[in-house]
């Protein structure tokens, strides 16, 4: 079993910063591409980040230049540093993985942290 908990989310004032922890265990072998998604009230579900087991790193083109996904692999967390915040970046936020176990391989979700940003 493999379980995905995130931590970091609050409330935050526009413009402020947050980072968002993520910390994978269980029995894992490796894990492969680590993801942030967010999901706002009455909206699907999206993709923010992405990063790969090598530090490859994607973003969507809303938090281009503001966020950055990072990566321990030591420690098998992923993070998620978010500036310049707005409000319209208010969900909640869910961390991602591919993992591979023991004669598997299978995708993992946490949670979910709120960010709710506003003054």
């Known amino acids: 079993q493999v379980q995905l908990v995130e931590s970091g989310g609050g409330l935050v004032q526009p413009g402020g910063s947050l980072r968002l922890s993520c910390a994978a265990s269980g029995n894992i072998i490796a894990i492969n591409a680590m993801n942030w998604y967010r999901q706002a009230p009455g909206k699907q579900r999206e993709l923010v980040a992405t990063?790969?087991?090598?530090?490859?790193?994607n973003y969507a083109d809303s938090v281009k230049g503001r966020f950055t996904i990072s990566r321990d692999n030591a420690k098998n967390t992923v993070y998620l540093q978010m500036s310049r915040l707005k409000p319209e970046d208010t969900a909640v936020y869910y961390c991602n993985a591919d993992v591979f176990i023991p004669m598997n391989h299978r995708n993992y979700w946490g949670q979910g942290t709120q960010v709710t940003v506003s003054s």
């Open positions: 990063i790969t087991s090598g530090g490859s790193t």
